[in-house]
């Protein structure tokens, strides 16, 4: 069994990434060897913006650190704002630290016209930072107002599942052979 936080990080309650993440969490809930802890960042309590250099973290960031440290992997499901991801994902990224390391992240991006890729190729080099292996395939949104119908369903076929399924099949690939790796040999980053 591999614990996998699947992070939501519109800052919007109730928006689009609420409604991807219900289809996300429908996908990833069939895989009886996941089991997801939600954080939708719009309802988490998130620290001031000033992150400690000292390693005297409030009560928000630690709360946060033990949900990561408990976590085999990631899921970031995140729109894209200014080319960009949003602020409270960098906020949330920041309070954490060696938590973070010798796990996977799989991306789940939408937005207008990139589909959110270029918030995605950013996560990648801040990832890489916290020595966090991001993986190759992404689920990508495109012009989110027309997105999915009154099912949840994605309105442009079934794509989006096809991908979604590669994805978590990396995610599992990595997640177990690094759970493996920390096991074998405490990783120092
Ligand atoms: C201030 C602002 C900036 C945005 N910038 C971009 C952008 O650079 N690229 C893009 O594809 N979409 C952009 N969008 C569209 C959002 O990605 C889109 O509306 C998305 O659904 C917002 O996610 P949310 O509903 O979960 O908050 C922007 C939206 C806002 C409000």
């Given amino acids: 069994m591999l614990d996998i936080a699947v992070i939501i990080a519109s800052p919007r309650e109730g928006g ?5 993440g219900r289809w996300f969490l429908t ?6 060897d996941l089991r997801l802890d939600v954080m939708e ?3 988490t309590p998130l620290p ?27 899921v970031v499901i995140t729109p894209e704002y200014n080319h960009a991801y949003p602020a409270c994902l960098k906020l949330a990224i920041d309070a954490v630290r060696h ?4 796990k996977p992240v799989g991306f789940v991006s939408y937005g207008g016209r ?11 080099l801040v990832f890489a930072e916290l020595h966090v292996v991001s993986l190759r395939e992404t689920v990508s949104f495109h012009h989110t107002p027309v997105l999915f119908d009154a099912e949840d369903r994605p309105t442009g076929g079934d794509g989006a599942d096809g991908a979604v399924k590669i994805m978590l099949d990396q ?12 096991q074998a040999r405490p990783y120092t980053p």
């Avoid at 996908?27 to 009886?32: I, L, N, S, V």
């Avoid at 995610?171 to 920390?182: E, F, V």
């Fill in 48 to 74: 001031p913006a000033q992150p400690s250099l000292t390693g005297d973290t409030g009560q928000e960031a630690a709360a946060l650190a033990a949900r990561i440290a408990a976590a085999d992997g990631f």
């Fill in 114 to 124: 990139s589909g959110g890729l270029r918030a995605v190729e950013q996560l990648r």
């Fill in 41 to 43: 960042l719009s309802r």
């Fill in 171 to 182: 995610l599992i690939w990595w997640a177990t052979t690094l759970k493996q790796g920390r």
């Fill in 99 to 102: 938590e973070w390391a010798a």
């Fill in 16 to 20: 689009v990434g609420t409604t991807i």
């Fill in 27 to 32: 996908q990833a809930g069939r895989r009886a």
